[in-house]
């Protein structure tokens, strides 16, 4: 069968005064995506059914499965009754590293989380990132409208999170949708890849809060900026100071907050940060 991303269905609208109108609603469909790795099972999410190649490459750099698309030898996207088996192909070697880190993973309770293991996965050290672009407030402001203009998904269900990447001088150069604000980000992550396009070279922008996996996934992708229309987590704005990501959030029209590296935004540097939060 093929899972379509948008599904219509019949609903009772209760308005104004009591008026009762039958009608339809386009809504968003959510599928069971279960990523398989040479033939291992590794991890079921749910989401959006579209972007599959995308969100497999994305899946699999964001979790350090491997550390490029080059890495991946071959997807097969298999569609059944109950869901989308993503099935790569990848190194031996990389593969030998992710069955010993299942095994590792492994708690008697049958969870897959246990203990300090998954402590320290859920928190693994990041590296730093690279010095990136600089933006500006237009920049900014641009790239948050760019993306809005352009969730399609969105548009019809109101009801899905998205994720762009914005270049200065091109654009918003690709933006994935999804169900889940993760899984959007690691569909923009795996389109990046698939099309070696570098995103250090611009700004990446999430209709989401920012939580520490959003950081996560971007600084591993090789970003420098991200940008949210909702606010940050207290973790996720430690997290980005460590490793140097600048974090914009609270981006709405003209107007937006900086958490963390404001050197990269026009106007702005590290000391105009440190004064201000010595006065809060």
């Given at each position: 069968?093929?899972?379509?991303?948008?599904?219509?269905?019949?609903?009772?609208?209760?308005?104004?005064?009591?008026?009762?109108?039958?009608g339809?609603?386009?809504?968003?469909?959510?599928?069971?995506?279960?990523?398989?790795?040479?033939?291992?099972?590794?991890?079921?999410?749910?989401?959006?059914?579209?972007?599959?190649?995308?969100?497999?490459?994305?899946?699999?750099?964001?979790?350090?499965?491997?550390?490029?698309?080059?890495?991946?030898?071959?997807?097969?996207?298999?569609?059944q009754?109950?869901?989308?088996e993503?099935?790569l192909?990848?190194?031996p070697?990389?593969?030998?590293?992710?069955?010993?880190?299942?095994?590792?993973?492994?708690?008697?309770?049958?969870?897959?989380?246990?203990?300090?293991?998954?402590?320290?996965?859920?928190?693994?050290?990041?590296?730093?990132?690279?010095?990136?672009?600089?933006?500006?407030?237009?920049?900014?402001?641009?790239?948050?409208a760019?993306?809005?203009?352009?969730?399609?998904?969105?548009?019809?269900?109101?009801?899905v999170?998205?994720?762009?990447?914005?270049?200065?001088?091109?654009?918003?150069?690709?933006?994935?949708?999804?169900?889940?604000?993760?899984?959007?980000?690691?569909?923009?992550?795996?389109a990046?890849?698939?099309?070696?396009?570098?995103?250090?070279?611009?700004?990446?922008?999430?209709?989401?809060?920012?939580?520490?996996?959003?950081?996560?996934?971007?600084?591993?992708?090789?970003?420098?900026?991200?940008?949210?229309?909702?606010?940050?987590?207290?973790?996720?704005?430690?997290?980005?100071?460590?490793?140097?990501?600048?974090?914009?959030?609270?981006?709405?029209?003209?107007?937006?907050?900086?958490?963390?590296?404001?050197?990269?935004?026009?106007?702005?540097?590290?000391?105009?940060?440190?004064?201000?939060?010595?006065?809060?």
């Amino acid at each position: 069968m093929t899972h379509r991303p948008v599904v219509p269905v019949e609903r009772l609208a209760v308005r104004r005064g009591g008026t009762v109108v039958a009608g339809v609603r386009r809504v968003p469909e959510e599928t069971a995506l279960a990523l398989v790795f040479n033939g291992t099972a590794h991890a079921v999410m749910m989401g959006t059914p579209a972007d599959f190649e995308d969100f497999a490459v994305g899946f699999a750099l964001s979790e350090e499965i491997v550390a490029s698309a080059a890495e991946i030898e071959d997807i097969e996207v298999v569609e059944q009754e109950a869901g989308v088996e993503l099935r790569l192909w990848i190194d031996p070697a990389r593969m030998a590293v992710l069955s010993e880190r299942r095994r590792q993973m492994a708690g008697p309770t049958g969870c897959g989380l246990c203990g300090i293991e998954s402590l320290a996965a859920a928190l693994r050290p990041l590296p730093a990132v690279g010095e990136g672009v600089r933006a500006s407030a237009a920049a900014i402001a641009a790239a948050v409208a760019a993306l809005g203009g352009a969730q399609a998904l969105n548009a019809e269900t109101r009801a899905v999170h998205a994720a762009g990447f914005w270049r200065p001088g091109t654009g918003l150069v690709a933006a994935r949708e999804d169900v889940g604000r993760h899984n959007a980000l690691d569909k923009l992550c795996g389109a990046l890849a698939r099309r070696s396009i570098d995103p250090a070279s611009g700004l990446v922008v999430v209709t989401s809060r920012v939580s520490i996996e959003m950081v996560q996934k971007t600084v591993i992708a090789g970003a420098t900026i991200l940008v949210a229309v909702s606010a940050p987590t207290a973790h996720a704005i430690r997290l980005a100071q460590a490793t140097g990501l600048t974090l914009v959030a609270v981006a709405r029209g003209d107007e937006f907050e900086v958490f963390t590296t404001p050197g990269r935004i026009e106007g702005l540097s590290a000391a105009t940060l440190q004064e201000t939060a010595t006065n809060v």
